[in-house]
C-alpha cells in the first residue's frame, strides 16, 4: 500500500473523556492546533461514572491533619467557580451545578477526635458547621440527631459538563470507532498514527500525541513498547438507586475511620425521579462482592445512617464495578496531584491522568509545561479535519442499566 500524506499539526489528544476534553480546551486557548480521537463515547469511562464532586480536599484531611493531597487540590473549587461563571479561563457556562456544596454528616460512630478537627480553626472557611434554620431538607428531620458541616466542594453533572467541554469543537473532535489503525515513525523517530478511513488511509503527524485515554492508557504503552510511567487500577463497586424520595442528598457520612463510610451525590433522572449515587468505604468495601449482596448492605447502610428517609418500595437499584485508573503509586496509594509525563520509549507521546476529574486544571498546567520544556510551541497552523464522525455522548450508568 502506499504511503499516506502525512498530516502536521502540533497536537493529537487520545481519549475524550474529561481530561482529554479538558485538555483540548485548554490547549487550543494556548494558541495549538489540536484534535481529539475518541475510541467509544465521549465521558465514556471513569467520567461519566464519577460522582461530579469538585472538591477542596477536606475528605482528605479526616484524620486529622491538613496533608500535601489537601493543599494541592484546595484551590480547586474555586478555579472551577470561576469557569463556571464564565470568568474563567474555560467557559463551562453550560455545565450544570448539581449542589453549591457538598456536606458532611456524622453519625453517632463518628469519632470525637474528628469532630474536634472539623471544629477547629486551621478549616475555617473551608468547613462550617451549618445552623439547623441552614440546613437542607433532608437534615431538617427531628430524627437526624448527628453534626452537619458544610465543604467548600461543589458537584457538577458530569454530562454536562462533557457536553460543554466538547460544544466548542464540533470541527476537531472525531470517532475513531471502526477504525483500524496503526503506530509508525517518522524518519526522524517521531511517531505518527495511520488511520485506515472510509475516505483512505491518512497519517497523523502532530508535534506531539497526549494519550488521556484514563484505563486505555495502559495499552496504549503496551502497544508503544513504553514501560513508563506504569498505571494502577485502584477498584470501586458503586451503588444507584433510582427513586421517588424528593429531597436531594450530597454529602460524606463519618463514621469511626478517616475515610468517609458513605459518599452520595443525587443526580436528575426524569419523570419526577433522582439517582443517589453512593460511593466511599461502601463501593471499596463492595469489590468483588455479588451486586445483590452489595445492594442489600447499602439498604441496610441508608437505613442505618439515615433512618428516617424512606425510597420506596418502587426504588430500583443497580452496581457499577469500575477501576480508578492513575500513575503507579508506592503501596497502591492514592496519587495527589494530577500526572503528565513523556512515555519512555523513543518518540514524542505524553501520557496524562488527572487522578481526579478535580485535578483537570492541575493537569492541564503540567501538560502546557511537558511541551514547553520540549519546545513544543503552538506553530500557528490549522488543525486537520479528518474525514471521520463525531462520538457519541456517553450514557450515564443508570441510564445504561435502567435502559432509558
Ligand atoms: C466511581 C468513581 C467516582 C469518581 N468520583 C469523582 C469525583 O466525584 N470527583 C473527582 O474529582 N473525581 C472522581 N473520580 C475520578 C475521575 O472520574 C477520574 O479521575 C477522571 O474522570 C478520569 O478522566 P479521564 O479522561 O482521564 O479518563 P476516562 O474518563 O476514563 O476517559 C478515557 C477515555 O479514553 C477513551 N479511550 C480509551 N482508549 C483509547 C484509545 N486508544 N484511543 C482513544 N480513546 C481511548 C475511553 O473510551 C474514554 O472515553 C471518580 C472515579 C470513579 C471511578
Known sequence: ?????????????????????????????????????????LGGGQSIASQGMIHGG?????????????????????????????????DLRQARVLSEHFYLWS??????????????????????????AERPPLFREPAFQGSLYRLVDLVLDVPSLIAALAAPWPDAIFSLADVPQRWARAATGALQLELDTPDGRLCLAPAAFVCAAGAGNETLLAELGASAPAMQRRPLQQIFVRHRYPHALHGHCLGRETTPRLTV??????????????????AEEGVGMAPAALIER????????????????????????????????????????AFADWADCPGNALIAWPTKLTLCPNLAAQVAARLAARGIAPRGGATPALPLPPPPLAATPWQEAFDD
Not at 58 to 86: H, N, Q, T, V
Not at 315 to 331: F, K, M, N, Y
Request: aromatic share 6%.
Open 1 to 41: 500500500m502506499s504511503t499516506p500524506a502525512s498530516l502536521r499539526f502540533d497536537i493529537a489528544i487520545l481519549g475524550g473523556g474529561v481530561a482529554g476534553l479538558w485538555l483540548l480546551n485548554d490547549l487550543r486557548r494556548r494558541g495549538y492546533s489540536v484534535l481529539l480521537l475518541e475510541t467509544h463515547a
Open 58 to 90: 477536606i475528605k482528605y484531611s479526616l484524620a486529622g491533619a491538613l496533608s500535601g493531597a489537601s493543599e494541592a487540590i484546595a484551590a480547586m473549587p474555586d478555579y472551577w467557580r470561576r469557569c463556571l461563571s464564565g470568568a474563567g479561563d474555560l
Open 107 to 132: 453519625s453517632n460512630a463518628a469519632g470525637s477526635r474528628v469532630t474536634t478537627f472539623l471544629a477547629s480553626r486551621a478549616l475555617r472557611g473551608r468547613v462550617d458547621a451549618v445552623p439547623a
Open 265 to 282: 451525590s443525587s443526580h436528575p433522572a426524569g419523570a419526577g425521579e433522582q439517582v443517589w449515587y453512593l460511593g466511599g468505604t461502601l
Open 298 to 337: 447499602a439498604r441496610r447502610e441508608l437505613a442505618e445512617l439515615l433512618p428516617w428517609v424512606a425510597l420506596g418500595a418502587d426504588a430500583r437499584w443497580g452496581t457499577l464495578a469500575i477501576d480508578r485508573a492513575e500513575p503507579r503509586q508506592h503501596g497502591l496509594l492514592r496519587p495527589d496531584q
